[in-house]
């Protein structure tokens, strides 16, 4: 009787609910395309390629288990009404803040619409930074408001 | 019994180590305005008639000074030309040469009201060489005609 007492409550205790680690994301990115992105005035095309600011997005990883507790950011895009020949790309451009580790993600990615690996780290990190890049961009690109979503998951990892 | 023991805390201790996610997202807004810009290269055109006989109009010409360059994100434009003088006394025309991101229509003898130039122009970026050519007859007289010649890019 003792030992299944001791079973159950041992049981209880290992299955109460783990505190998952949280993820907060802020900012967006707006870009306005214009006769000022030509290369050089009439006659010659668009930019391809366009960078927001260094930190127009931000990220911040708490309510992890510690500066051991690792974790890695995954990034899609989730189209709404996009040209298709438009692309995105993300870069880390700073470390945040915090007592955990970051590492990876501070050159380009390609964000597609499945999950790809963005950055990882360990602990708490706050007010990461983002930017992100345009590309793609031509003449063939009609006037239009094109617009997608950048996905992130924080996945705790062992 | 203590075999049992153990495999029932293995149990326990393993369903309680859950790999949790969690998500965050943003949106990305391109806005691209409707883009349709037009320019000359290469400055002022100066054409000098001095010389010529009774049997015909006397001419000159210039193909190499003006460019013409266009840019443009929408479909189906065209350039056309005009120019500001209404009182021609040598006849000026202007022809798109050398084109490329759209059709030339062949020379234009100048007025104010707007001729097309250059037609077919779609979702492209596009030059030509401008060749302009001007003519007086004797009765005409001598004198000068100072044009402005403005280029429009325009719906087709």
Same mark, same amino acid.
Request: proline share 2%.
């Given at each position: 009787m003792r030992r299944t007492l001791f079973a159950v409550a041992l049981g209880a205790l290992t299955s109460a609910p783990v505190l998952a680690m949280d993820l907060a994301v802020t900012g967006s990115w707006t870009l306005p395309i214009t006769a000022? #992105?030509?290369?050089?005035?009439?006659?010659s095309a668009l930019r391809t390629s366009l960078d927001g600011g260094p930190g127009d997005v931000r990220v911040d990883v708490d309510?992890?288990?510690? #500066? *051991? #507790?690792r974790w890695r950011l995954e990034i899609r895009r989730s189209d709404?009404?996009? *040209?298709? #020949?438009l692309r995105i790309w993300v870069r880390r451009t700073g470390d945040g803040t915090g007592t955990g580790a970051i590492a990876g993600g501070d050159t380009w990615v390609e964000v597609g619409p499945t999950n790809s690996v963005f950055f990882e780290g360990s602990g708490d990190r706050q007010d990461v930074p983002l930017q992100l890049r345009l590309g793609? !961009?031509? !003449?063939?690109?009609?006037p239009a408001a094109y617009l997608t979503a950048l996905q992130y998951t924080l996945v705790d990892t062992p | 019994m203590r075999n049992l023991f153990g495999v029932l805390l293995a149990s326990f201790v393993v369903t309680g180590s859950a790999f949790a996610a969690d998500t965050g997202s943003h949106t990305v807004t391109v806005t691209v305005s409707a883009i349709n810009e037009v320019a000359i290269s290469g400055g002022n055109v100066a054409l000098a008639i001095d010389s010529g006989d009774t049997s015909g109009p006397a001419a000159a010409s210039d193909a190499t000074t003006a460019d013409l360059l266009w840019s443009t994100n929408e479909s189906n434009k065209k350039i056309t030309v005009a120019t500001?003088? =209404? =009182? @021609?006394?040598f006849p000026l025309t202007v022809e798109a040469t050398n084109v490329t991101g759209g059709t030339s229509g062949g020379p234009v003898t100048l007025s104010t009201t707007a001729q097309d130039l250059?037609?077919? @122009?779609?979702?492209t970026a596009g030059t030509a060489d401008l060749s302009y050519a001007a003519s007086a007859t004797a009765a005409a007289g001598t004198g000068s005609n100072v044009h402005t010649v403005t280029y429009t890019i325009t719906a087709e």
């Open positions: 000022a #992105d030509l290369v050089a005035g009439a006659g309510l992890t288990g510690g #500066d *051991d #507790d709404a009404s996009w *040209d298709p #020949d793609g !961009l031509s !003449l063939g690109a009609t | 500001n003088l =209404a =009182a @021609i006394d250059v037609t077919g @122009i779609s979702l």
